[in-house]
């Protein structure tokens, strides 16, 4: 990064991001006040009294922790970059397509990232980047394979592949697949789905009992053999108009259970993605993210997030 671009980042105390319309508040460590806490980062992304955000995404870190592998430098560690996510309820999350595609973007913006290949480090271990136009924000994310195994998801009785079980809810028999890519997804396929549908039942099965620490929900309508549409409930956010692994967990359950082929496009309220699953069971997901603004805290503001006054 030259001196420039660290002047921009020490003069912003936040930049403010969207994917698909799923946004974020990005807050570089080297101008943070601290590191976020549940409270700080509920009151920054209220929509009424902060700034407003689906999450935040606190990073480039230089180090995880003493068990996510070998320390990373400051300035990425030869292209590595650690990131903490945070959905906008305060917990954490261990992984999030859009919000590490919209990191990767921030690192472009700022100069962390000179070259178009480089890793994004979570809780959930490495995602692989690949830009592909600089211009547009265009960047393709390797997310692994993703488990549909009980107890990656977070579900409770044995361990088992999550494919068509029957989930009972208020009454009512529910065909679900589950898969994790390290944060957990349950699909469920309807022949219509809408967004009365993912307000009405979505937080029903994100906080069932079968999932003690919740789980995001994606609601899919099968189009054709290459196009799904989605509605989605995150366990952290509520509904969101977009999300990368939901979009992945969509098109991976509707591959497994026979619907549709390798290449999937996601269709969500905010846009789409493509998804792509290749044989040895990898999948990636497209797409773009945006700037939308910077900024800096009010001093009122800045003194209740830091219980000090200006």
């Not at 472009?108 to 830009?131: E, K, L, N, Q, S």
């Amino acid at each position: 990064m030259n001196t420039d671009e660290r002047r921009v980042c020490m003069d912003q105390d936040f930049t403010k991001y969207e994917a698909l319309g799923n946004d974020y508040l990005v807050i570089d460590p080297s101008a943070a006040w601290a590191s976020p806490t549940a409270d700080t980062v509920r009151m920054v992304t209220d929509r009424r009294r902060g700034v407003g955000a689906d999450g935040l995404l606190f990073g480039p870190l230089a180090d995880l922790g003493p068990d996510d592998g070998p320390p990373l430098t400051p300035d990425g560690g030869g292209g590595v970059f650690g990131l903490r996510i945070f959905n906008s309820d305060g917990t954490p999350c261990a992984r999030s397509g859009n919000g590490i595609r919209v990191f990767a973007r921030y690192l472009m913006d700022h100069g962390y990232a000179g070259a178009d290949d480089f890793t994004i480090r979570t809780d959930a271990g490495p995602t692989a980047v690949r830009v592909l136009d600089r211009a547009s924000g265009l960047i393709r994310l390797a997310l692994g394979p993703m488990s549909s195994s009980s107890r990656d998801v977070g579900a409770t009785g044995h361990d088992r592949p999550m494919l068509r079980e029957t989930l009972r809810v208020d009454g009512e028999d529910i065909e679900i697949t589950c898969l994790s890519d390290g944060n957990p997804h349950c699909v469920v396929v309807r022949e219509n789905v809408t967004p009365e549908l993912a307000h009405a039942l979505g937080p029903r099965i994100a906080g069932h009992p079968a999932f003690p620490g919740r789980i995001n929900v994606e609601f899919v309508q099968v189009r054709d053999h290459a196009t799904v549409r989605a509605e989605i409930w995150e366990r952290g956010a509520g509904y969101t108009l977009a999300s990368g692994s939901g979009a992945c967990a969509a098109a991976r359950a509707a591959q497994l259970l026979g619907l549709t082929g390798e290449k999937v496009t996601v269709e969500m309220p905010g846009g789409s993605l493509e998804v792509e699953t290749a044989r040895s069971g990898e999948v990636s997901v497209t797409g773009t993210a945006a700037q939308v603004a910077t900024g800096r805290w009010a001093p009122d503001f800045r003194a209740r997030l830091t219980g000090r006054r200006p």
